[in-house]
């Protein structure tokens, strides 16, 4: 495995080991932020159960993006070199109006608050956990949402979005994000 690939899965496995909030540091002398991301969205699978039959017969998660493709690339390069356990990955670039459904784990970026409200509504009653970046996304409907607090990247989960997508979170997961609950324009699974 190549050095910067050990190192950005260090972080990410301190950072889901330390309570009390993720305390990776965005600088200079860390992962960038499209790296820290991939991580967090291979560690948020780690720590997610789908409903049975949802996973490919060969247990393989898909991982989608929509919109920014810098997170796509460092995803590539995780999958590539670190597998989940014994579940193969595999990273897809979508459009937001097709071809989401079929995801297991969905990254939205830089959409605007329109859009990613329509692709929450596409994705209406199917098993897929949505992360986004607008600090709006876990409130309107996401399950998980990135957010920097300080120089420290965090993440919010909505509890009721996860149950509506029928995706269980580990409590090992909960215990380290902040908490939102639906917002005035969430949409409803």
């Known amino acids: 495995m ?50 049975a039959g949802t996973l490919a017969p060969d247990g393989a998660i898909s991982f989608c993006v929509v919109g920014e493709m810098r997170v796509a690339d460092a995803l590539d390069a995780l999958v590539k070199s670190h597998p989940l356990g014994d579940r193969r990955m595999v990273v897809q670039r979508v459009k937001a109006d ?11 970026q830089g959409l605007g608050t329109k859009p990613s409200l329509d692709l929450l509504q596409l994705l209406k009653g199917a098993p897929v956990f949505t992360v986004g970046d607008e600090e709006s996304f876990a409130e309107s409907g996401g399950v998980a949402a990135f ?9 919010a989960v909505n509890l009721q979005s996860a149950q509506r997508a029928h995706v269980q979170l580990s409590s090992r ?3 380290l994000a902040k908490i939102v609950k639906d917002g005035p324009n969430v949409v409803q699974h």
């Open 2 to 51: 190549a050095a910067p690939v050990k190192r950005l899965l260090r972080l990410a496995a301190a950072a889901l080991m330390i309570s009390g909030g993720l305390s990776v540091r965005i600088s200079a002398q860390n992962a960038s932020a499209p790296a820290l991301k991939a991580a967090f969205l291979v560690n948020f699978a780690k720590f997610a159960e789908w409903p």
């Open 173 to 175: 997961l909960l215990a």
């Open 147 to 155: 957010f920097i607090d300080g120089s420290k990247m965090r993440f």
């Open 98 to 108: 097709g071809g989401v459904r079929d995801c297991h784990v969905l990254y939205v």
